[in-house]
């Protein structure tokens, strides 16, 4: 019998909704299998803020770091929406992606066959569309200083946003991105500016260079602006694709649109850092908000958060063949027509959300007692 770790941190909105279906699928694993989940559930973002005054405990960081992973919700809300505060809820994430060392957030966009219908592609582009975009995650533009926003003496406004990076930065991701497409088709895509940028220039100098200790694995480099054409036309010609944090966020915004819902849309955010099962000490985490529109009336999807479990039992638990029969399960639940409001059809009936996670529940119980 093994024993596992995690903490469950689901926070506002539908956070905790969606999240205690995914906890659910995890008890049925448990259930029909050897394995031992020990959770330990906390506070976080503007719930925390209420309770404690801060959006991140350091008993919860603690917590994250002891544990073997993270399953995380999401954090916010108009209640605590001043950009001015000092405290916000958004800090939480932030902060625990930091405390975790996590320095590439991957996020999976796959169109799933019988929900072609809400990608805005027509179904002969996007059909069978399969890409792993990992993005760098703590440097870049966002991290980087100068940063400023001023008047200067003679009245005009200025702003500055610098972007930097170094070698080490990007080669971790770069060489990570490599591994996990040794997993898959074997196909991967350095996205840059590297006609424009200096930071480009420096990824693809290293993306070419670790290529080099892939022979298996086939490398491309392409503009950022080429690829998020190409997404358009032919989604299906991209496996793994890495790129910096600017231009990460912009093309994996772009991959959820593809797919029809955000929903349907799971990521995982990982590090150098290992658990004492020798997977990634992981954040797991479904990409969209907390939707306080929706929040307690039973609709919100928890595909995302179920798929978010999917990958921290593949990164973190090494747990393949239940992470498998996680992904199975929420593929036979949609063909099946159970489906939320944001999936559904006009005039389709809809499941509630605890309705769709019982059946991806029982659904991964029968494959694993086979």
Known sequence: MTSFHIAVLGGDGIGPEVVGEAVKVLRAIEGASE?????????????????????????????????????????GGPKWDDPKAAVRPEQAILGLRAALETFANLRPARMQPALVHLSPLKPEIV??????????????????KPKKYWQDDKGVWRAVDTTAYTEPQVERTVRMAFELARGRRKK???????????????????????????????????????????????????????????????????AAALAGSMGLMPSASLGAKRNKHGGYLGLYEP???????????GIANPIAAIQSLALLLRYSLRLEREGGAVERAVDDAIELGLRTPDTARAGDKTASTTAVGDAIAEAVARELRR
């Open 35 to 75: 394995h031992r989940f020990e959770l330990s559930e906390d506070v976080v973002g503007g719930a925390a803020i209420d309770a404690y005054g801060t959006a991140l405990r350091k008993e919860t960081v603690a917590l994250a770091r002891r544990s073997d992973a993270v399953l995380f919700g999401a954090v």
């Open 127 to 144: 059909q069978g569309t399969d890409v792993l975009f990992i993005r760098e995650l703590v440097a870049g533009t966002y991290f980087a």
């Open 188 to 254: 991967l895509h350095v996205a840059d500016k590297q006609n424009v940028m200096a930071t480009s220039r420096l990824w693809r100098d290293v993306a070419s260079r670790v290529a080099g200790e892939f022979a298996d694995v086939e490398f491309q480099a392409i503009l950022t602006d080429a690829l998020a054409m190409h997404l358009l036309y032919r989604p299906t010609a991209f496996d793994v694709v890495v790129t910096d944090n600017l231009f990460g966020d912009l093309l994996t915004d772009e």
């Open 287 to 297: 990409i969209h908000g907390t939707a306080p529109d929706i929040a307690g009336k």
